[in-house]
């Protein structure tokens, strides 16, 4: 064990070592080169989509993707392994309905729902009540509508001036997957 400590020591923290004393040794000199090996997240794009049109564009070829899949609309709780998406694979499976709102821009959204109250068992593949099953959220940009427009549910006519359509940047919660708990 003592010869994996060291040895693990001198493959890992020597070249670092090097690798800093190296910058040290440029700064005293002048200025350094940038690093050939990049960081970890230096491929982290900054931001995943040029214009909230790319954004909302992705939302709507989901929908697509929903709305046209050839898979049965299956709500057992059961892990399908044959199956390449997360969402059959996972000890808490999930499957997507649409979430529709005629006041925000995309209108549609695809949301997760949990398939099983309890999480599958990865020994027996059976549904465990023991553990739950819970959504997990996240917070999504939408353009939500300001004021209601004639003729839209919810909206009581009124003699008043008609309301111009404007749209306000929000974030709105929704459901992207599910996860087991104890």
């Not at 989901?62 to 000890?91: A, F, I, Y």
């Not at 006041?103 to 999480?119: K, N």
Request: aromatic letters at 6%; one cysteine or more.
């Amino acid at each position: 064990q003592l010869l994996l400590c060291i040895f693990t020591f001198a493959m890992v923290l020597v070249p670092e070592a090097k690798d800093q004393s190296k910058a040290a040794k440029g700064r005293r000199r002048g200025p350094t080169r940038p690093p050939t090996a990049t960081p970890a997240l230096a491929w982290a794009p900054a931001n995943s989509y040029s214009s909230m049109e790319d954004y909302e564009h992705s939302i709507q070829d989901m929908v697509h993707q929903l709305r046209n899949s050839s898979e049965p609309g299956d709500t057992k709780c059961q892990v399908n392994l044959r199956l390449w998406r997360s969402n059959r694979r996972s000890l808490s499976p999930w499957a997507y309905s649409i979430n529709h709102d005629a006041m925000r821009i995309p209108a549609d959204i695809p949301e997760a729902r949990c398939l099983c109250a309890g999480c599958i068992n990865p020994f027996t593949m059976q549904e465990d009540r023991t553990m739950a099953s819970i959504p997990i959220y996240s917070q999504l940009p939408v353009r939500r509508l300001l004021c209601q427009v004639p003729g839209e549910v919810g909206h009581k006519p009124s003699g008043k001036k008609k309301c111009p359509k404007k749209y306000q940047t929000v974030m709105e919660t929704i459901a992207v997957g599910c996860t087991c708990i104890f």
